[in-house]
């Protein structure tokens, strides 16, 4: 079974913070690019971030750079996507997503060889 499971999702005022987490199961991390996406109901799948391998680069999406940091533990398998300032455009089912040997030049999520089930990110007053 090859799995990657997110969590920390949840209800939180705009402003807020959340940390999300995504446990890798089945497979190490040391060869894949992480990256993060979300999608929203009538919307196409965005583009977070992405993070290499070695975490020597990252790279943002526009719409939350400044606000929103990832990061990996490859030790652990787990790969973090801290969000700071949430807005309510933010609100969206948050996925994280594993590429084999991606530069992160780009957010790509064309392309893409395993992901998660998701996990919901409500910001609302």
């Known amino acids: 079974q090859l799995q990657l499971v997110e969590s920390g999702g949840g209800l939180v005022q705009p402003g807020g913070s959340l940390r999300l987490s995504c446990a890798a199961s089945?497979?190490?991390?040391?060869?894949?690019?992480m990256l993060w996406f979300r999608q929203s109901p009538g919307k196409e799948r965005e583009g977070v971030s992405c993070?290499?391998?070695?975490?020597?680069?990252?790279n943002y999406a526009d719409s939350v750079k400044g606000r929103f940091t990832t990061s990996r533990d490859n030790a652990k398998g787990t790969v973090y996507l801290q969000m700071n300032s949430l807005k309510p455009e933010d609100t969206a089912v948050y996925y994280c997503?594993?590429?084999?040997?991606?530069?992160?030049?780009?957010?790509?999520?064309?392309?893409?060889?395993?992901w998660g089930q998701g996990t919901q990110v409500t910001v609302s007053s």
């Open positions: 997503a594993a590429a084999l040997w991606r530069s992160c030049g780009t957010i790509d999520v064309s392309s893409l060889d395993y």
């Open positions: 089945g497979f190490t991390l040391n060869r894949y690019s």
């Open positions: 993070i290499t391998s070695a975490s020597t680069n990252t």
